[in-house]
């Protein structure tokens, strides 16, 4: 049983802390699934304000679910629908301040205001994203991006 209790005062420092952690659970894990597993529970743990943690896999050029923290949630996304297929299609980090804004949205919970997705890339093929949820607008920023790149970085090397 691991328990890790991250806290910081700062974002900066917040997920340098979060990827230290990630880095030993998932160092020698072979499984992405139980890495995807373990980072979702993590992330869902550590960041404040958020409804919903988890991945959807490029399974045969479509968004499946994978791993996550939080509500039930949709179970399969085409490239280029909503926030994450647009991730998907592009290869793009999608952060949208108002999700009812965005135009295709898919509301799995419309509980969600806000939405971070990040493409998780190796070798030119996306393997997953990272989707974030969160009950607020403008709930992430650019260091909640460049964070969860850095964790997206990581995870490419071991799913």
């Known amino acids: 049983m691991y328990d890790f209790k991250i806290a910081a005062a700062d974002k900066a420092t917040l997920y340098a802390d979060l990827l230290a952690a990630l880095d030993g659970l998932t160092a020698g894990e072979p499984d992405g699934i139980a890495n995807m597993a373990n980072a979702a529970a993590l992330l869902w743990e550590t960041l404040p304000g958020i409804n919903w943690a988890g991945f959807y896999r490029n399974v045969g050029g ?4 994978g791993p996550f923290q939080g509500r039930p949630a949709c179970i399969r996304i085409p490239f280029g629908r909503g926030v994450c297929g647009a991730a998907a299609e592009t290869l793009a980090v999608q952060r949208v301040e108002d999700v009812h804004a965005f135009p295709g949205h898919i509301a799995c919970d419309a509980a969600s205001q ?6 998780i890339v190796r070798d030119g093929i996306l393997l997953a994203v990272l989707d974030l949820d969160a009950p607020e607008k403008a709930r992430f920023d650019a260091e909640d991006e460049a964070g969860c790149v850095a964790i997206c970085e990581l995870l490419a090397k071991r799913l």
């Open 62 to 65: 479509e968004l499946v679910l």
């Open 114 to 119: 806000s939405e971070l997705v990040v493409p």
